[in-house]
């Protein structure tokens, strides 16, 4: 569930950033945050949390990088899970 789940919520949040959306881009990077923190507790959650305070405070200006490096991090965490599960 958290493999399927943890793609949508990224492909949800990069159209957040698109569309300038403070409130969702804070609440699904809290989300991806909690749904990562028992994979891969850092640097992974420190780049969502950074994500998160930003969209709370509606800083959102060059914020496609960081979400570039959590969208590799989630990625790369995903698939040690599913290398795990296969195993």
């Known amino acids: ?3 399927e789940e943890c793609t949508t ?3 949800q ?3 957040a950033i698109s569309d ?3 409130e969702t881009i804070h609440r699904l990077a809290h989300t991806i945050k909690g749904a990562m923190r028992t994979f891969e507790p850092e640097p992974l959650t420190e780049v969502a949390w950074e994500i998160e305070q930003r969209g709370s405070e509606g800083k959102l200006d ?3 990088p960081v979400f570039e ?3 590799s991090l989630v990625n790369q965490a995903l698939n040690e ?3 795990s599960q296969c195993r």
């Open 1 to 3: 569930a958290v493999l």
């Open 9 to 11: 919520l990224l492909d």
């Open 13 to 15: 949040l990069r159209q």
């Open 20 to 22: 300038q959306n403070a």
């Open 62 to 64: 060059g914020l496609e």
């Open 69 to 71: 490096r959590l969208s």
């Open 81 to 83: 899970l599913r290398q």
